[in-house]
């Protein structure tokens, strides 16, 4: 009788589904917040395939006004940008370094790097920056009022900013 309650007791022990394990406790947050939706409309390309932008969004920190500037850039160039995955081996990257008014209009831009082959897009890219500003009001953030962007070109010359590139 001992020996068939035993047997019982193990049997109930292994219908019962087991405690659930702790939940991982979830990684530290340290994304910023997601930029709002760019204030763009889908106007059609005017002639040389460049589109007149609306307002910009407002903006709360450096990461937003870097994702709204190269949303805006994208935006204002569609027949000069891509954005699949870049490919392995690019063109060019020129690295420019954006200062800003306190309206979010360009007040200089600084090359930081040229590349060594295909100069004239370092020019495309600086044209790029021109065509999308402003890119909203950053009085309110910390100066110095700068950002940098770094541009991946592929062999059509056509740019994906690396604040876009996942």
């Given amino acids: 009788m001992s020996l068939a309650c035993g047997f019982a007791l193990l049997l109930a022990g292994c219908g019962s589904t087991p405690a659930p394990s702790p939940a991982p406790a979830p ?3 340290s994304r910023p917040a997601p930029a709002p939706a760019p204030a763009t409309a889908a106007p059609a390309p005017a002639p040389g395939g460049f589109v ?14 870097r994702l709204q500037a190269a949303r805006r850039m994208v935006a ?5 940008t891509y954005m699949s995955r870049p490919p392995d081996i690019l063109l060019a990257i020129p690295v420019l370094e954006v200062e800003l008014n306190s309206d979010g209009s360009v007040r200089r831009i600084d090359v930081l790097r040229y590349p060594g082959q295909a ?4 020019q495309i890219a600086i044209d790029a920056i021109k065509r999308a500003a ?7 953030l910390p100066k110095p009022w700068k950002f940098v962007e770094t541009f991946l ?4 010359k056509r740019f994906k900013p ?3 590139d996942p």
Avoid: I
């Fill in 27 to 29: 990684a530290p947050v």
């Fill in 52 to 65: 007149k932008l609306t307002a910009p969004g407002p903006v709360r920190n450096w990461n937003e006004v």
């Fill in 76 to 80: 204002s160039n569609p027949n000069g």
């Fill in 119 to 122: 100069p004239e897009t370092t």
């Fill in 134 to 140: 402003p890119f909203g009001d950053v009085s309110k």
């Fill in 153 to 156: 070109f592929d062999d059509d």
């Fill in 162 to 164: 690396r604040t876009l």
